[in-house]
């Protein structure tokens, strides 16, 4: 079992909607979560981090957590080309490192 | 806008040549990561330095490849000798601790023939 799955897609959204993002973790030990944004030939981007169970919400962007089930997801409402991009989920583990899944490629269509 | 500083951008090496990438982390930030980022693997983490200290070099080929942080403001990643199976992208990340995000460098692309 990976340490962080996510569905590699290609996933394809259009215009407007919302993007939903997805990935599960192993180490129960894990103590917060990130969610990073990376465009083709770019290096990973922050956009948003998240300790506790339940939904943070930060502009068009939500993160939700729930630690019993051992998942995180991001929700991207009001889809833009401009989101269209690698989203990659990190957990940084009990063992004080930062493990990332494969990434998730989205596409919004016009 | 405070930012992680990556050399050299590109890399062009032959076979069996040593390779040393550079990386000035954040002022303050004392934690430094060393990912590896290939199509196949994903961002595969080499190691991890915590207020300079080596925690955790695991994901390293440990013949050939070696990490160290001589000061606050200098990490490095060594491959000697270089084979044509380590081409990739080698971005360094540093950050605050577990709470806190981690900012990533504009790495260093890697590529042995």
């Known amino acids: 079992q990976k340490e962080v799955e996510q569905n590699s897609g290609p996933l394809s959204v259009p215009e407007g909607a919302i993007a939903s993002l997805n990935c599960t973790y192993s180490?129960?030990?894990?103590?917060?979560f990130f969610w990073y944004r990376q465009y083709s030939g770019k290096s990973p981007e922050l956009i948003m981090s998240?300790?506790?169970?339940g939904d943070k919400e930060d502009g068009r962007f939500t993160a939700q957590l729930n630690k019993a089930s051992q998942y995180v997801s991001l929700l991207i409402r009001d889809s833009q080309p401009s989101d269209s991009a690698t989203y990659l989920c990190?957990?940084?583990?009990?063992?004080?490192?930062?493990?990332f899944g494969q990434g998730t490629r989205l596409t919004i269509n016009p | 806008d405070a930012r992680v500083t990556q050399t050299p951008r590109h890399k062009v090496t032959e076979m069996g040549q040593e390779v040393t990438m550079r990386c000035q982390p954040i002022?303050?930030?004392?934690?430094v990561f060393w990912y590896r980022q290939t199509m196949m693997q994903g961002l595969e983490l080499l190691a991890y330095?915590?207020?300079?200290?080596?925690?955790?070099d695991s994901g390293m080929p440990k013949d050939r490849f070696s990490a160290e942080m001589p000061d606050a403001t200098l990490a490095t990643l060594k491959i000697q000798p270089s084979e044509p199976r380590d081409s990739a992208v080698y971005f360094c990340?540093?950050?605050?601790?577990?709470?806190?995000?981690?900012?990533f460098g504009s790495g260093t692309r890697l590529t042995v023939v």
């Open positions: 180490d129960r030990g894990s103590q917060s």
């Open positions: 990190a957990v940084f583990q009990g063992a004080q490192k930062l493990v």
């Open positions: 998240i300790y506790s169970n």
């Open positions: 330095f915590r207020n300079r200290a080596p925690l955790d």
């Open positions: 990340a540093s950050g605050e601790g577990g709470f806190y995000g981690y900012t």
């Open positions: 002022l303050g930030h004392n934690t």
